[in-house]
Structure formats: C-alpha cells, structure tokens
T-cell receptor, first 113, second 114 residues
Framework: GNSVTQMEGPVTLSEEAFLTINCTYT??????LFWYVQYPGEGLQLLLK?????DKGSNKGFEATYRKETTSFHLEKGSVQVSDSAVYFC????????????FGKGTHLIIQP | IAGITQAPTSQILAAGRRMTLRCTQD?????MYWYRQDLGLGLRLIHY???????GKGEVPDGYSVSRANTDDFPLTLASAVPSQTSVYFC?????????????FGPGTRLTVL
C-alpha cells in the first residue's frame, strides 16, 4: 500500500533560518505529491503540489521537487518567519476513492523570533 | 462564502450515543472525504464519495457511516460512539477526485467521547 514518511519534530528554528522538512514516499505508479499546512485551530490548506516527476511546486517562498529516483518530496524555505509556525503534512494521491490522500504524520514547526 | 462548513465545531458525547457530524460544500465538487486526525498518526481516511449517490470505505471505516444524497452534503454518523472515536474530524472535497486535484478542507469538528 501507499505510505508517506516525514520527520515528526517538533522542529524549532530561529527566524531567517533555512528550513528543510524531509518527506519520502512508497507508492505504485505515479502519484501526485502535496504539502499541506495546518495553522493552530484551523483545517488543512494546500501549500504546494507537484503532479509528475521533476516538477517543482512553490508557494509563499516554499519549494519542493518531485524526485522519483529517490521517492522524495522535501520541503524547503530559504528564510523562515515566525508566521510559518504550523504543522506541515506531506501527502500523496493516487486518485480519488479509497486512496483519498495518504498523509505523513505531520511535522510541527516552531519559529522563534 | 465559498468553501466547506462543518458543524458542530466541537462536541462532548456520552459513550453509546448517536452523533451526526455535518459537512456542506458550495463549490459543486464531485468528490468528498471524511478524515480523522489523531496526534502522532496524521490524518486517516474514514469514508469517501466520488459523486452524489455513491460512497465507499477508507482506511478506518468501522463504527462510522456516511450518505451522499446530493452534491453539497456529506454527513458522517457515529451510530454508537466509543471513547476511541475521540478525535478531530475533517471533511474535505475535490473537484473530480483525480490524483492531481487539490483537496479543500473544512475547519474540523473536535469530538470527545466519554
């Protein structure tokens, strides 16, 4: 079956530090890959996505590249801000139905001023 | 307001009671989903619906049922709640249910079963 593995944290960084959150996946075929973000007390919202190998998703200074050879989709940001503090979920999709989204367990990111 | 609404926001429920969590979307999305979020486990799919009139089981369907009478509504029912169903429940929708689709999530319902 499908699975997603990501560092769980909490990850604590100082403002303006470089961020990497690792994500690797196991899936048959060619899934789409996503990063969702959950701010305190809210539902999840899409941060970025990539739908085929070598695609790069980007949004709000965050980037992730779909690497099929290493089955990875690591999230990076060059300079984090306090407002980036949230829980980040890596996920994959093989389509609708019973697959829905397969999520990692989430990484709690804390940015200190 | 476009998006997904869920009700109630939170609920404390006695074990053995019946409870329906409501979910409504106004984006005319075909596919809808229910997930539960538990600390250390991420989100897990409970049930899904690819289109109005059809439903299916996800990873953790036991103790839950759903219906999809129309495009907009996708209620989740706990027939007889148990403490292990204490969780945060998220409803989501996507335009077609394709693997490239973004899923849009509601704000969640925090359920405590005592």
């Amino acid at each position: 079956g499908n699975s997603v593995t990501q560092m769980e944290g909490p990850v604590t960084l100082s403002e303006e530090a470089f961020l990497t959150i690792n994500c690797t996946y196991t899936a048959t075929g060619y899934p789409s890959l996503f990063w969702y973000v959950q701010y305190p007390g809210e539902g999840l919202q899409l941060l970025l996505k990539a739908t085929k190998a070598d695609d790069k998703g980007s949004n709000k200074g965050f980037e992730a590249t779909y690497r099929k050879e290493t089955t990875s989709f690591h999230l990076e940001k060059g300079s984090v801000q306090v407002s980036d503090s949230a829980v980040y979920f890596c996920a994959l999709s093989q389509g609708g139905g019973a697959d829905g989204l397969t999520f990692g367990k989430g990484t709690h990111l804390i940015i200190q001023p | 307001i476009a998006g997904i609404t869920q009700a109630p926001t939170s609920q404390i429920l006695a074990a053995g009671r019946r409870m329906t969590l409501r979910c409504t979307q106004d984006m005319r999305h075909n596919a809808m989903y229910w997930y539960r979020q538990d600390l250390g486990l991420g989100l897990r799919l409970i049930h899904y619906s690819n289109t109005a009139g059809t439903t299916g089981k996800g990873e953790v369907p036991d103790g839950y049922s759903v219906s999809r009478a129309n495009t907009d509504d996708f209620p989740l029912t706990l027939a007889s709640a148990v403490p292990s169903q204490t969780s945060v429940y998220f409803c989501a929708s996507s335009p077609r249910g394709w693997k490239t689709d973004t899923q849009y999530f509601g704000p969640g319902t925090r359920l405590t079963v005592l």
